[in-house]
């Protein structure tokens, strides 16, 4: 089946930017999100970016999305403590209808 | 304008009985989805409802089915439980099941002994 891979963990300090990274295997994917969650939550959803984007800002938030390599990215501009969470990266396949498909989660911790 | 709600928030139950989850759908969107996640893993799709059909299953037994009642709310029912079956249930509402905008609820702990 299609899969979708993130490192486990990053760590970055307060008031750098943080980069999470994406890949996936599926050619044809029309919708890519990125959800947060925190412990003992649900996903909160982020952002997500339509297969004939290649760049989208939401403000501290910036999504590249590389369809060539198949490479997502998430860029969070001058992280906070409150950004340390788990971020997972998601897809819909064409044809999938609205079945999200995710990676094993992104865990970022953010050091005063 | 309430989000996605989900009951119980948490549920204890032993091996081989029957437990029903239940969700709410953000206010004008009329498509639900479940999702499974194991502890440290990401959510796995169990199935989809719209118009008060399954239209999607991810590959879960048969012993997952579920329901969409008119006001768009669903349930999900897990019969025989079985240990593996611990897990946060999450539900996901849309408008409709095409992509865009998908919002997950707080989800249902779920722990078998």
């Known amino acids: 089946g299609e899969d979708v891979e993130q490192s486990l963990f990053l760590s970055v300090r307060e008031g750098d930017s943080s980069v999470i990274n994406c890949t996936y295997t599926?050619?044809?994917?029309?919708?890519l999100y990125w959800y947060k969650q925190e412990p003992g939550a649900g996903l909160q959803l982020l952002t997500y970016i339509f297969s004939n984007m290649d760049m989208k800002q939401d403000q501290r938030l910036t999504v590249l999305l590389n369809k060539k390599d198949k490479h997502l990215s998430l860029r969070i501009a001058d992280t906070q403590t409150g950004d340390s969470a788990i971020y997972f990266c998601?897809?819909?396949?064409?044809?999938?209808?609205?079945?999200?498909?995710f990676g094993g989660g992104t865990r970022l911790m953010v050091k005063p | 304008d309430a989000g996605v709600t989900q009951s119980p928030t948490h549920l204890i139950k032993t091996r081989g009985q029957q437990v029903t989850l239940r969700c709410s759908p953000k206010?004008?969107?009329?498509?639900v989805s479940w999702y499974q996640q194991a502890l440290g893993q990401g959510p796995q799709f169990i199935f989809q409802?719209?118009?008060?059909?399954?239209?999607q299953r991810g590959n879960f037994p048969d012993r997952f089915s579920g329901h969409q009642f008119p006001n768009y709310s669903s349930e999900l029912n897990v019969n025989a439980l079985l240990l593996g079956d611990s897990a946060l249930y999450l539900c996901a509402s849309s408008l409709r099941p095409t992509g865009g905008e998908q919002f997950f609820g707080p989800g249902t702990r779920l722990t078998v002994l």
């Open positions: 206010s004008g969107h009329d498509t």
């Open positions: 409802y719209y118009e008060e059909e399954e239209r």
């Open positions: 998601a897809e819909i396949g064409n044809n999938a209808g609205n079945m999200l498909t």
């Open positions: 599926d050619s044809s994917s029309t919708y």
